[in-house]
């Protein structure tokens, strides 16, 4: 695997697109909001079950909301 993959996010983006503060997200996903806010700057990556959750609440497809740079 090539270490120098990073997995970015949309999340912010998004959230904010949908008028959702991060603690609002956060307990829609039953997590922290520092885990929202870790989420959105790239010092941790969720789970592949927070990840779909993180889908689901904010109705876009996981492509739509992960990439690789």
């Known amino acids: 695997m090539d270490d120098s993959l990073i997995l970015h996010n949309n ?3 998004t959230r ?4 959702l ?3 609002q997200l956060a307990e829609i996903v039953g997590v ?4 929202i806010s870790s989420i959105e700057t790239g ?6 079950k927070l990840a779909l959750l993180l889908c ?3 109705d876009k497809k996981f492509e739509e909301l992960f990439y690789f740079d």
Request: net charge positive; aromatic share 4%; charged share 20%.
């Open 21 to 23: 503060s991060q603690t």
């Open 32 to 35: 922290s909001r520092n885990t």
């Open 16 to 19: 904010k697109e949908q008028n």
């Open 11 to 13: 999340i912010k983006d």
């Open 43 to 48: 010092q941790f990556n969720p789970t592949a």
């Open 56 to 58: 689901l609440a904010l």
